[in-house]
């Protein structure tokens, strides 16, 4: 399996905030690394593209159905 590549990032979090994300760390058995990965790679996913494709549909629903109460 090939190294992942990573690159080493400085953040600053508010003191609750960073409470949170070691809670959430622990809960799921991670670190608090690889607690704000996950969460990161999650905001990137496929729900984003599921809100805009849902989004998408929706307004062509929605034109169609303006053109037919004309």
């Known amino acids: 399996m090939a190294p992942i590549d990573r690159q080493e990032v400085r953040l600053r979090l508010p003191a609750q905030l960073k409470k949170l994300a070691k809670i959430a ?3 799921n058995e991670r670190s608090l690394n690889e ?3 996950a969460r990161l790679e999650r905001s990137f ?3 984003d593209k599921d809100r805009q494709r849902a989004a998408r549909l929706l307004t062509e629903a929605l034109a169609i159905i303006d053109k037919g109460g004309r």
């Open 25 to 27: 760390a622990a809960e």
């Open 35 to 37: 607690e704000i990965v």
């Open 45 to 47: 996913g496929h729900d």
